[in-house]
């Protein structure tokens, strides 16, 4: 009702035995029905492909963020927090400017900062003045947040590696090629 879209009209079938009607065929298993084609469908297989790929990613990341955050839930960190704590680790006494921290991240820069601002408040990283820029802020791990990966950042990669459930490492190594591919080209050109 309302709608500027046609409907379309199931005429019911007649059994041919007994000359009564029985349900549409868009109630009988698919065998029978032939989808119609919505508007916007993906007409080109290689781009369903490719949509279909991306709509189970876009899943799989949601599933393993929420177990990640589970499985860091007793430093109270999302894997993304995790994340910025183990580049900064890797930066060392020089630190990272929070866009440099959201570029290795492929995160956005105000997400990166809320990344340094959850592990401040915990006494894991602090900020400081870039000592070239004055303008610039750096952030870097305290002795507290080098202490807590010292000693624990083992156990909660091994937390985290373990959601990936039972993969070979040569599936791992393989799936992080391929998802390296992603991001590698225009995503904004059209095929």
Known sequence: MGSSAPSAVIAPNRSPKEGRTTAPASVHPKWLVVEPQVEGEIQDPEDAARFSAFMQLQKTAGALDRAATDALADLDLTAGAFGALLELQAAGDTGLAPSELARRLAVARRTATLYVDILSRQGWA?????????????????????????????????????????????????????????????TTATR
């Open 126 to 186: 602090e900020r400081s003045a870039h000592p070239e820029d004055r303008r610039m802020v750096l952030a870097r791990l305290t002795p507290k947040g080098q202490h807590l990966l010292e000693e624990l950042g083992a156990a909660y990669k091994r937390r985290l590696a373990a959601l990936m459930g039972d993969i070979t490492p040569l599936q791992a190594e393989r799936l992080r090629q391929l998802l390296t591919l992603i991001g590698s080209g225009d």
